[in-house]
């Protein structure tokens, strides 16, 4: 798909789609209860249909409505399995981490399958686990294979890589008869991504304590509760593109979104306010979603630095070099080092060839945004489908001319 795009300015009211970072939780936590929970406002994306199908291929009973409501019927224990169970991650990095753990529980051998993009991505923390207790693990280039029976007790980890390896351990550790602590070796970044985890495990009558900022603890003999009537807050990593629009001119309310929300990304305001005002510097560790519409909004003023960026090479795309190599087409460059982005002001103009969304959807909804300063087009449009398959309408209900074809 190819978005064609003209120079507009957005105005109106969006109401921002879900959280799916919440929502991946909320559904793992429902499945691993006994009852039935309820969920509303759960986002349709492709991540969340991933987890969606591979929590139905671990037993759970998940019905979905009209409306985007959910209800979740647990998984039922003692199942038994003759064969091997395969789970489709599609490209849901969050999927796949949340749920290896998951697998690990019952010694069922586990098939986890998706995109060659997302096993290139770091797994190395689960399987050094599974080597460190004897359990099966086999990696290709296009999937993993588990089997074995995790135990409650002490796993050290380093917290700089990604916190879905220490979400995908709390989640799979509580509920367990024996305590448990996770112990990360190095300061943990994108801190409230834990948080939002530990919130949502306290839906369910689960407490984590943190001791520290380097030991989580978890009590053994804690069992989940089925949860009535949990909603899905709105995402504030979403809610950072169309805040974006008013710093390159719009008008556009955003609603939709918890004014007490956990989430790290919603620091968005504040960053692109001092985006707006100068050429700031700014850390994006516990926000690194963020930092593609940060650098477009950079280009559109007057520049700025991104510190602790490093972890922006393991997502969907390196997302550094692909955003220096669309905004090179714009006129701006991009100095990119180890841990930092600076992204130089000035010289912007409507691109010198066809934008490339680099199959990844912060990408394609970053450039999205900024072309509508300087107009373009934008091939791969579709990559929006995994995280906000609403976007082109929402940006088209904003006044934004864009024609998708």
Known sequence: MRAIIKPSTACGRVYIPQSKSVAHRLLINAAMCDGVSTIRHLPTNEDISATVDCLRALGADIKLTESGDCTVCGIKKGQSSNGVRQLACRESGSTLRFLIPIALLDGIKTEFVGSRRLFERPLAIYRDICADNGFLWEQSDTGVTVCGRLCAGEYSVPGNISSQFITGLLLALAGLDGDSKILLTTEPESNSYIDITIDSLAAFGVTVERRGERELFIAGGQKRRAAQELAVEGDESGAAFFGALNTLGGEVTLDGLNEKTLQGDRVWREMLNEIQKGTPTLSIKDCPDLGPILMAAAAACHGATLTDTYRLKIKESD???????????????????????????????????????????????????????????????????????????????LGADIKTV
């Open 319 to 397: 997302r550094g070099a692909a955003m220096a190599a669309e905004l090179a087409k714009c006129g701006v460059t991009l100095k990119l080092a180890d841990n930092s982005i600076t992204v130089c002001g000035g010289g912007l103009h409507a691109p010198d060839g066809i934008i490339d969304g680099h199959n990844d959807h912060r990408i394609v909804m970053s450039m999205a945004v900024l072309l509508t300063r300087v107009g373009g087009e934008i091939e791969g449009a579709e990559a929006v489908r995994k995280s906000m398959p609403t976007f082109w309408d929402l940006m088209h209900a």
